[in-house]
């Protein structure tokens, strides 16, 4: 089927592309992009004063199945995905079981393609049940169809034995991802250590246990040649180690998420456990910080860490709470905050959620090139609306953004030229 | 030429003309083992004390049909079960073993640089039978006879080498050898075993097999020395033989004529297939035999001249 994308704002970074005019896709690829196009039998759609764009792509979500299949499966997350313009996710392994083996990564595509929505991109265990002692079979994993390596909410403790995962990457060019953080400094904590954790008498997490996991990924990087990226920054000074770094050619990259540059610490104030984050929020300057890490270069992607929970989960004492908050379907509205903002333009905000993670994790998508799979997303920066517990398509509701009124909302998603999700008529 | 050495400790001390005249001289005196009585009255009268700090088959006895051949006589020296278990040093173990008559050491150690310890230390010639992760220049040596048997010239031959490249000595020695000798080396395997550098001692690092074996003159692949790392630097045997291995649809991307060689001992199924138990393109017995002549070379050229 041919679908025809008119009169919209077509915005390519890829190609460095920014002009009004017209989409033609065919055969589930982008086939041209033009002032004006007319095409015989193909379905029109009217695009006029939105925004047309490469299809977003999530490098870091948590799709809970299988195992915990009650917060979230694949096919209600991929659902969330698309209604939230997102073409593509990476699925990180923490799973249960965790996606330290083959059959793991086949299951979660087998219920990927079952779903039919979004993309999936397995990202495997870097070690055996992200224990930090035993390497998984990279090899094995990406015959497999995982994209990427990551204990996900583990670092892996051992710099030894991360340096070998660096190295033995290097013969299947799957990428490593690291959760920078120093387990030493930051265990039995739950929320930012300064103000939060004194204002609630919690244990905090120091921003510098995040800097010196941070640089020891960065100089391992360096010993290795191979490069890793780091997930999640919330700090000005992992912001400050990553800058320094890329200033001398070390391969580093970075992702940042959405609630890290739109919330700080006084979100948990009166112990909102649906702002209980791992990484905590951070202060003022931590996020001022990550907006002109994401405005300069210095972060490459926003990532959602979208975390589903149950009110299991949340309902209870904040110590007890788990981690996690759900984004897939805030990240864009939030992101376009910034835009508006001006601390990066609407080109750049589609560099950081889409082309970049594409390029970070060597998939398809990114861009709208002739031939490229038809991933393409189509959203309306000034539509507003209030994010509410029916409004979300996650199976879980624990988002401290509940309640906000946003500015922006993906109308189209696109994967490989059929339409996945419409908020058109 | 008159071979001059006192000692073979490593590969890059010998010159190409040095290396070229061992080779003519083990491929001379390979025609005794042929005999049908295998001997020779080259080294009557001398001996040969064989110092092995570390287990050995091959090595060990490959030396020791090479000094019975030339009728030397020989000590045999293992760490376990002598003094050096009741905490002897090194230097004291071979200067007690030198005060019993030994013309020549061939030393097995443990630890990198002990047999050029011992050379500086004792006025005994010596010869390094490996040496931690260091050289292995008996090996290389019969690797290049091997070689040089097959395809006559080293000259713009590709030799491809797989394996543990960081932690074997072999390697280190066989690299320098078909570089000196004007081959081209590839290395490859998990890069967990691969030198740091893309460009190590000359070799080009891939990170990709296919790219090491693509058009490979000779096929090396080397042990998977598990004793060695102290951790595992790969995730699982099997992951190892799947990816790293060599089997006949990995060999078939070298040129048809290639040579495949191991130093063994061979993990079967591991770093080769047990399909090419018999294949026509091994030569890894031919590198048993030419060990024996390479060591009589090197035992005759130490020894003979005095």
New interface residues.
């Given amino acids: 089927m041919k679908l025809l994308l008119k009169g919209g704002r077509i915005i390519d970074p890829s190609q460095k592309i920014d002009l009004n005019g017209d989409l033609l896709i065919a055969e589930g690829k982008i086939k041209e992009i033009a002032p004006e196009i007319h095409a015989e039998s193909a379905k029109i759609i009217n695009c006029q004063g939105l925004i047309v764009c490469p299809g977003l792509i999530d490098m870091h979500v948590h799709l809970r199945e299988p195992g915990e299949e009650w917060k979230e499966t694949i096919a209600t997350g991929t659902l969330s995905a698309v209604a939230g313009g997102f073409c593509a996710v990476a699925c990180m392994p923490n799973t249960k079981p965790p996606n330290d083996n083959a059959e793991v990564t086949r299951f979660i595509l087998k219920k990927a393609a079952e779903a039919n929505l979004a993309r999936v991109f397995p990202v495997a265990c870097i070690t ?1 049940a992200q224990k930090g002692e ?7 994993l990406k015959d497999a169809g995982a994209v990427a390596l990551s204990d996900d909410g583990y670092p892996v403790p051992d710099a ?2 991360m340096r ?1 995962a660096l ?5 299947f ?1 799957l990428p490593i991802i690291s959760h920078s953080e120093e387990l030493s400094l930051s265990q039995g904590g739950h929320v930012n250590e300064g103000l939060a954790s004194a204002k609630l008498g919690l244990k905090g997490i120091p921003r510098e246990g995040e800097a010196i996991a941070i640089f020891r990924e960065v100089m391992l990087a360096k ?3 191979y490069p890793v990226h780091i997930a999640h920054v919330s700090t000005r000074l992992g912001v400050e180690i990553i800058r320094a770094a890329k200033a001398q050619g070390i391969p580093v990259t970075a992702e940042t998420a959405p609630h890290y540059f739109s919330l700080t610490e006084e979100a948990t104030f009166g112990y909102r456990t649906n702002a209980k984050v791992n990484p905590p929020l951070r202060t003022d300057e931590d996020r001022e910080a990550i907006c002109q890490a994401l405005a300069d270069g210095t972060i490459d992607a926003i990532a959602t860490d979208h975390a589903p929970h149950s009110p299991l989960e949340k309902v209870c004492e904040f110590e007890k709470a788990a981690c996690g908050l759900i984004g897939l379907e805030t990240a864009l509205p939030l992101a376009l905050r910034l835009v508006r903002e001006k601390v990066f333009s609407l080109s750049r905000m589609i560099e950081l959620m889409s082309l970049n993670p594409a390029r970070i994790l060597k998939i398809s998508g990114g861009t709208l090139k002739p031939e490229a799979p038809a991933d393409v997303t189509v959203f309306d920066p000034e539509k507003r609306w209030v994010v509410t517990e029916d409004a979300l398509h996650s199976k879980s509701k624990n988002s401290p953004f509940l309640g906000w009124e946003m500015q922006g909302q993906a109308l189209l998603t696109i994967v490989a030229g059929e339409i996945k999700f419409s908020r058109l008529n | 030429m008159e071979f001059r050495k006192k000692h073979i400790l490593d590969i890059a001390s010998l010159a190409p003309e040095e290396i070229t005249f061992i080779l003519d001289t083990a491929e001379a005196l390979k025609e005794v083992l042929e005999r049908p009585i295998p001997k020779v009255p080259t080294l009557r009268g001398k001996i040969v004390a064989h110092l092995f700090f570390e287990p050995s088959t091959r090595t060990r006895l490959s030396f020791e049909r090479a000094a019975k051949t030339l009728s030397a006589d020989i000590f045999n020296f293992t760490a376990r079960m002598s003094s050096v278990e009741k905490g002897e040093s090194l230097l004291d173990t071979v200067l007690n073993i030198k005060a019993m008559g030994a013309d020549l050491f061939v030393i097995r150690h443990p630890n990198a640089g002990a047999p050029h310890f011992i050379a500086e230390n004792i006025k005994t010639r010596v010869i390094n039978a490996g040496d931690g992760f260091n050289a292995h220049p008996t090996q290389a040596l019969l690797d290049l006879l091997t070689v040089r048997e097959k395809k006559g010239d080293f000259k713009g031959l590709k030799v491809a080498i797989i394996g543990d490249i960081r932690h074997s000595r072999v390697a280190h020695s066989d690299i320098v050898a078909f570089r000196k000798m004007g081959a081209e080396v590839f290395v490859s395997g998990p890069a967990t075993m691969l030198p740091p550098e893309r460009e190590a001692l000359g070799a080009r690092v891939c990170y990709q097999l296919e790219e090491a074996l693509k058009d490979a003159d000779v096929v090396m692949a080397l042990r998977v020395q598990k004793e060695r790392h102290g951790r595992a630097l790969f995730p699982s045997v099997r992951e190892y033989a799947r990816y790293f291995g060599i089997n006949q649809e990995r060999l078939s991307l070298a040129k048809e004529d290639c040579l495949l060689m191991h130093p063994g001992p061979i993990n079967w199924g591991v770093e080769l297939s047990p399909e090419l138990e018999n294949d026509p393109r091994s030569v890894i017995l031919t590198q048993v035999t030419n060990g024996v002549a390479v060591r009589m070379a090197l035992l005759v050229l130490l020894l003979g001249g005095e």
Wanted: aromatic share 10%.
């Fill in positions: 055996k035993e390497l998984t079979e990279f090899g094995e030894g034995l070998l190295e033995y990457a290097k013969n060019d010993l290795t040649g």
